[in-house]
């Protein structure tokens, strides 16, 4: 294996405070605030660079308009559908009454305030409803279960994330007959009308998964902004630099990382299944013929979402797996092949050598291997010597000069990335 580089672009340095400010005081939110009044703010369940820091300075903003701001998890039946854990995983991001210095609201309760076209009931997290007004923060991203105009980011929080466990399961069964993006767009309209929403704050970040954009806005500008937010967030995406890759070892999978535990975007496996031939004629990119996944992150907190989509994982993922919480997900979700447990070895050395034998190959020195630490930070490749040729072609990627075996401990698993 070498170590390989994707030289990515730097995002200008962006001073938070400063900017979040500024975007409060161009979008005039503090002049809809009055004081006294309660402002409910959602944040999610997704690994977001800076979450404390930007949820911090929006809760100041609001302190010092004379609001009383408070937290509502937004994430839908994350966090195994309950109040405590949906607490626990804002707290893995610093994110507590303690720490921040307002209450938190974490009631799964939700009330129906309409109706969509589709003839879909909309709900909303009852505790926000008791408030005056209502702030989303999250990021805005292509997203893991569909393609389109659309992804992750305030629409589908104010739907998805607001509407808990109950809208996130009336919207995912919906989606499942008339699509992601047309359940999504129709109740985030319903709830833009009705709900009193002061502002999204958007969230775009880097190949580097960092910070690069921030932007406050105004309810009636929340459809127009995501459309061409979601536009600058694909082109900052970070992917694999190989179209064809026979074997891809990924460290870690989790919900921190991706909704869908490894970004389908980047492994170019979809929700609903895959095929595992070793000749297809599917024009996704990339075309990963086995991957193996090794470990759960430690902030997915066993939600294991996501490994159905590799071919062959480890035992001892298999024996962290917190089953309620993945299954609860996916039947959410209802993406159940997500959750399929693959075929699994007690040590990566023997994992690794069953995933290279199912893949037939006479050479198994051609074969081209990559092991990445996960879907979502990727400017670190190790590679097999069979995939250097085809990366010289890339621009913006640095080969290391030396190529070593893989390294395992006593155990028989791969040494840290």
């Given at each position: 294996?070498?170590?390989?580089?994707?030289?990515?672009?730097?995002?200008?340095?962006?001073?938070?405070?400063?900017?979040?400010?500024?975007?409060?005081?161009?979008?005039?939110?503090?002049?809809?605030?009055?004081?006294?009044?309660?402002?409910?703010?959602?944040?999610?369940?997704?690994?977001?660079?800076?979450?404390?820091?930007?949820?911090?300075?929006?809760?100041?903003?609001?302190?010092?308009?004379?609001?009383?701001?408070?937290?509502?998890?937004?994430?839908?039946?994350?966090?195994?559908?309950?109040?405590?854990?949906?607490?626990?995983?804002?707290?893995?991001?610093?994110?507590?009454?303690?720490?921040?210095?307002?209450?938190?609201?974490?009631?799964?309760?939700?009330?129906?305030?309409?109706?969509?076209?589709?003839?879909?009931?909309?709900?909303?997290?009852?505790?926000?409803?008791?408030?005056?007004?209502?702030?989303?923060?999250?990021?805005?991203?292509?997203?893991?279960?569909?393609?389109?105009?659309?992804?992750?980011?305030?629409?589908?929080?104010?739907?998805?994330?607001?509407?808990?466990?109950?809208?996130?399961?009336?919207?995912?069964?919906?989606?499942?007959?008339?699509?992601?993006?047309?359940?999504?767009?129709?109740?985030?309209?319903?709830?833009?009308?009705?709900?009193?929403?002061?502002?999204?704050?958007?969230?775009?970040?880097?190949?580097?998964?960092?910070?690069?954009?921030?932007?406050?806005?105004?309810?009636?500008?929340?459809?127009?902004?995501?459309?061409?937010?979601?536009?600058?967030?694909?082109?900052?995406?970070?992917?694999?630099?190989?179209?064809?890759?026979?074997?891809?070892?990924?460290?870690?999978?989790?919900?921190?990382?991706?909704?869908?535990?490894?970004?389908?975007?980047?492994?170019?496996?979809?929700?609903?299944?895959?095929?595992?031939?070793?000749?297809?004629?599917?024009?996704?990119?990339?075309?990963?013929?086995?991957?193996?996944?090794?470990?759960?992150?430690?902030?997915?907190?066993?939600?294991?979402?996501?490994?159905?989509?590799?071919?062959?994982?480890?035992?001892?993922?298999?024996?962290?797996?917190?089953?309620?919480?993945?299954?609860?997900?996916?039947?959410?979700?209802?993406?159940?092949?997500?959750?399929?447990?693959?075929?699994?070895?007690?040590?990566?050395?023997?994992?690794?050598?069953?995933?290279?034998?199912?893949?037939?190959?006479?050479?198994?020195?051609?074969?081209?291997?990559?092991?990445?630490?996960?879907t979502l930070n990727l400017e670190r490749l190790l590679?097999?010597?069979?995939?250097?040729?085809?990366?010289?072609?890339?621009?913006?990627?640095?080969?290391?000069?030396?190529?070593?075996?893989?390294?395992?401990?006593?155990?028989?698993?791969?040494?840290?990335?």
């Amino acid at each position: 294996m070498i170590e390989v580089r994707q030289n990515f672009p730097a995002s200008p340095p962006l001073d938070l405070q400063s900017e979040i400010e500024q975007q409060f005081k161009a979008a005039g939110i503090a002049g809809k605030i009055s004081p006294g009044m309660r402002i409910a703010v959602g944040v999610g369940s997704r690994g977001i660079t800076n979450l404390q820091q930007i949820v911090r300075i929006t809760l100041d903003i609001l302190i010092r308009a004379g609001a009383r701001p408070f937290i509502v998890p937004a994430m839908g039946s994350h966090g195994g559908a309950t109040p405590e854990g949906q607490a626990r995983v804002l707290a893995e991001y610093g994110i507590t009454p303690q720490a921040l210095g307002v209450p938190f609201e974490t009631s799964m309760a939700v009330r129906k305030i309409g109706v969509a076209p589709g003839g879909l009931d909309v709900v909303f997290s009852d505790a926000a409803l008791q408030a005056d007004g209502i702030i989303a923060i999250n990021r805005v991203k292509p997203h893991t279960d569909f393609h389109g105009t659309l992804g992750s980011g305030i629409q589908k929080m104010l739907t998805i994330g607001f509407g808990k466990h109950v809208g996130a399961a009336n919207t995912h069964r919906a989606a499942m007959r008339i699509g992601h993006e047309k359940v999504i767009r129709e109740c985030a309209g319903v709830i833009l009308n009705c709900v009193p929403v002061l502002c999204g704050v958007a969230l775009v970040e880097d190949q580097h998964h960092q910070t690069a954009e921030v932007h406050v806005i105004r309810p009636e500008s929340i459809v127009r902004e995501e459309n061409r937010l979601l536009e600058r967030s694909r082109a900052l995406m970070p992917s694999l630099p190989m179209d064809e890759i026979d074997l891809l070892i990924v460290d870690m999978i989790g919900k921190e990382l991706s909704g869908t535990g490894m970004d389908t975007n980047v492994i170019g496996r979809g929700i609903l299944g895959y095929s595992a031939t070793l000749h297809s004629d599917d024009a996704r990119s990339p075309r990963i013929f086995r991957i193996f996944v090794r470990d759960l992150s430690p902030h997915t907190n066993g939600n294991g979402i996501g490994i159905g989509l590799a071919d062959f994982t480890t035992t001892r993922l298999v024996r962290d797996l917190d089953l309620r919480s993945t299954y609860i997900n996916a039947l959410t979700s209802l993406g159940l092949p997500t959750v399929n447990i693959p075929i699994h070895f007690e040590t990566d050395r023997e994992t690794i050598q069953h995933s290279l034998a199912s893949l037939a190959s006479s050479n198994t020195e051609r074969l081209r291997v990559m092991r990445i630490s996960d879907t979502l930070n990727l400017e670190r490749l190790l590679v097999s010597e069979s995939c250097t040729e085809s990366l010289r072609q890339h621009a913006g990627i640095t080969i290391g000069n030396q190529a070593k075996p893989m390294q395992f401990d006593e155990a028989g698993n791969l040494l840290p990335f």
